[in-house]
């Protein structure tokens, strides 16, 4: 059975940093693209990170580009999101998730449960 399980969200003051971790099961994390999206309060969801299997390629948008980074431990079938120069607007909850496929264009079908970060003083 695949199964995602998020962890390492919490409370974090603006320019602080966080790492949040993503233990895969059910499937070698390795084979597939990952990634990180994040949900606020009343906003769609958004990518924040991709990592695809056909040669590690990462992926971020402007809005994280630069702060974020991620990375996989395969030993431990995990996958990171480092999270640095954190701003009130990265206030969201944190999920991973994988498309199955090789690309980060694929469509994302399994999904973590999702960790809250919350950015404030």
């Known amino acids: 059975q695949v199964q995602l399980a998020e962890s390492g969200g919490g409370l974090v003051q603006p320019g602080g940093s966080l790492r949040l971790s993503c233990v895969a099961s059910g499937f070698t994390l390795d084979d597939y693209a990952i990634g990180w999206f994040r949900q606020a309060p009343g906003k769609e969801r958004e990518g924040v990170s991709c990592?695809?299997?056909?040669?590690?390629?990462?992926y971020y948008p402007d809005s994280v580009k630069g702060r974020f980074t991620i990375y996989t431990d395969n030993a431990k079938n995990t996958v990171y999101l480092e999270m640095t120069s954190l701003r009130p607007e990265d206030t969201a909850v944190y999920y991973c998730?994988?498309?199955?496929?090789?690309?980060?264009?694929?469509?994302?079908?399994?999904w973590g449960q999702g960790t809250q970060v919350t950015v404030s003083t």
């Open positions: 990592r695809d299997s056909i040669d590690g390629s990462t």
């Open positions: 998730a994988t498309t199955h496929g090789s690309t980060c264009a694929g469509d994302f079908g399994s």
